[in-house]
C-alpha cells in the first residue's frame, strides 16, 4: 500500500487548503449570522448566500464534484486519492457543500450513477451533479429498530405501470432544504420473499403527492437548518415503476454500494475535525495561563495533546487502508475495514474534540468556537449508517469466522 499523494491530489490538496485559508476558516463566523438572521426573519430553512456565492468560486478553482471512483462524471479520483481532499472538507462541517461533496447528496449520487437507469440519471443525476438540486435518503423508520434494516416496514407495492408507497420515516437528512427534489426510499416490496430480499430502494420525486413533512428533528439542540434532518410520512405515494432501482429486492445489495463509501467519508471529514480540534486545543493551551503558567505547560494537557496525535494518526491510517481495499477488491471485499473505520474515527473524534473543549473552558461549550457544533456532529455520526453495536458485532463475526470449524471436525 502506497499512501503517497500522486501530482494530480498534491495539486487538488493545494487548491483546498489555499481556499479554505481565503474563503472558508474567514467565513465562519458570517455563515453562523446568515443563518441565525434566517431564523429570526422566521424561515430558518433558506438557502445561505454566502454558501452559494462560494460554490461558484469552487467551480472556477477545479474543486467540485472530487468523489465518484470509477466515474467520467466525477474527478476520476479512486477513494485512496479523495481520502485527504475530504479530510480537509470535513475541518468545517458546512464546507463540504461548497464542492458539492457533502452528504446525502454524494451518497446519492453514487446511488444513481451505480444502480440507476440511463433516464433516472439524466433526470436526477445530472442535476445533483451540477448542484442545482439537492436530495434525501430515507431508510431510517421511528417505530422499529432501525440499527436492523430487516425490521423496515415502509411498503412499496407494484399497481400496473406504478408502485404505491406507505410509509413513516424520520432522520431523513437532507429533506429540510428547500433545494431537496428527491427521496430515494427504502422499503419492502415483498415480505414474504427471504429476510434480505424482501427490500427495495425507489426513486421518489420530494413534490409527490402523500408526502408530508412533518418536523425537524435537532441534534443536541441544533437543527441543522437549513438542511435538516426531517420527520416524514408517506401516504399512498404513486411513482412510476421505472423509478425502482435495480430490481425488486435488491434494496440490501444497493445499501452496501451506498453505506460503504458514505461510511468512509464521514470518516475522512471527522478525521479532518479532529485535526482542527487538535490545532485549536494546542493554540488555546499555549495562550491560556492557569495557577501561574500556560495551560500547555500543565502535564494533563501535555498527555491530552500527544494522545490526540497518536488516535488521529491511528484512525488516519486505518481509513486509508480501508479506502485502498475498496479501490482494490471492492466494497464487500474491505467491509471489515468500512465497519472497523466506522466505529474508531467517530470514537476518536468524540475524544478528541472533548479533550479540546476542556482546554477551552467554558468558552468551549458555547458556539463562540467551532468545537460545541464539531462534537455534536461527530457524536451523532456513531449513530449514523449503522451504530457502532452493529459495526462491532459484524467485526467479530468477520473475526470469529477465521477460526471457525466445521461442525463434523470435533475441537482440534
Not at 443525476?125 to 425490521?151: K, Y
Not at 430502494?201 to 408530508?212: C, Q, R
Not at 468556537?369 to 449514523?384: D, E, G, Q, V
Amino acid at each position: 500500500m502506497n499512501f503517497d499523494y500522486t501530482p494530480k491530489v498534491q495539486a487538488l490538496r493545494d487548491k483546498l487548503v489555499a481556499f479554505f485559508d481565503e474563503h472558508i476558516y474567514p467565513n465562519e463566523q458570517a455563515f453562523a449570522a446568515e443563518v441565525a438572521r434566517n431564523r429570526q426573519a422566521g424561515n430558518a430553512w433558506v438557502p445561505t448566500e454566502l454558501i452559494e456565492s462560494l460554490k461558484q468560486q469552487a467551480r472556477n478553482t477545479g474543486l467540485w464534484n472530487l468523489f465518484l471512483p470509477d466515474s467520467e462524471r466525477g474527478a476520476g479520483l479512486t477513494n485512496l486519492e479523495y481520502a485527504p481532499l475530504c479530510e480537509i472538507m470535513g475541518r468545517v462541517p458546512w464546507a463540504p457543500e461548497v464542492f458539492n461533496c457533502s452528504a446525502p447528496d454524494t451518497g446519492n449520487m453514487e446511488t444513481i450513477e451505480r444502480y440507476g437507469s440511463e433516464e433516472n440519471k439524466r433526470e436526477w443525476l445530472e442535476p445533483l451533479l451540477q448542484g442545482q438540486i439537492r436530495s434525501a435518503f430515507l431508510m431510517t423508520e421511528p417505530e422499529v429498530a432501525s440499527s436492523d434494516a430487516t425490521n423496515i416496514r415502509t411498503s412499496i407495492v407494484r399497481d400496473g405501470d406504478s408502485y404505491v408507497i406507505n410509509g413513516h420515516k424520520w432522520w431523513s437528512s437532507g429533506a429540510g432544504d428547500p433545494r431537496c427534489k428527491l427521496l430515494i426510499v427504502m422499503g419492502k416490496t415483498d415480505p414474504d420473499a427471504p429476510r434480505h430480499q424482501q427490500q427495495s430502494m425507489i426513486l421518489v420525486p420530494a413534490d409527490a403527492t402523500g408526502i408530508t413533512v412533518h418536523r425537524p428533528l435537532t441534534v443536541f439542540g441544533y437543527d441543522d437548518a437549513p438542511h435538516g434532518h426531517m420527520e416524514i410520512t408517506l401516504d399512498d405515494v404513486r411513482v412510476p415503476a421505472a423509478n425502482m432501482l435495480l430490481g425488486e429486492g435488491r434494496g440490501f445489495e444497493i445499501a452496501q454500494g451506498r453505506l460503504g463509501p458514505g461510511r468512509i467519508h464521514h470518516c475522512m471529514r471527522l478525521i479532518g475535525l479532529a485535526e482542527r480540534a487538535l490545532e485549536l486545543m494546542s493554540k488555546r493551551a499555549l495562550q491560556r495561563v492557569a495557577f501561574g503558567k500556560p495551560i500547555a505547560a500543565q502535564t494533563v494537557t501535555q498527555e491530552r495533546i500527544a494522545e490526540a496525535r497518536c488516535l488521529i494518526e491511528q484512525a488516519r491510517l486505518l481509513t486509508l487502508k480501508t479506502a485502498y481495499m475498496m479501490d482494490t477488491v471492492g466494497n464487500k471485499g474491505a467491509r471489515g475495514e468500512i465497519a472497523m473505520i466506522k466505529v474508531v474515527a467517530p470514537n476518536m473524534a468524540c475524544t478528541v474534540i472533548d479533550w479540546a473543549i476542556q482546554a477551552h473552558g467554558a468558552a468551549g461549550m458555547c458556539d463562540d468556537f467551532p468545537l460545541a457544533y464539531a462534537y455534536t456532529t461527530a457524536r451523532w455520526l456513531r449513530f449514523a449508517d449503522g451504530p457502532d453495536e452493529v459495526h462491532r458485532n459484524a467485526i467479530a463475526k468477520i473475526e470469529l469466522g477465521k477460526y471457525a470449524q466445521p461442525a463434523d471436525s470435533g475441537p482440534f
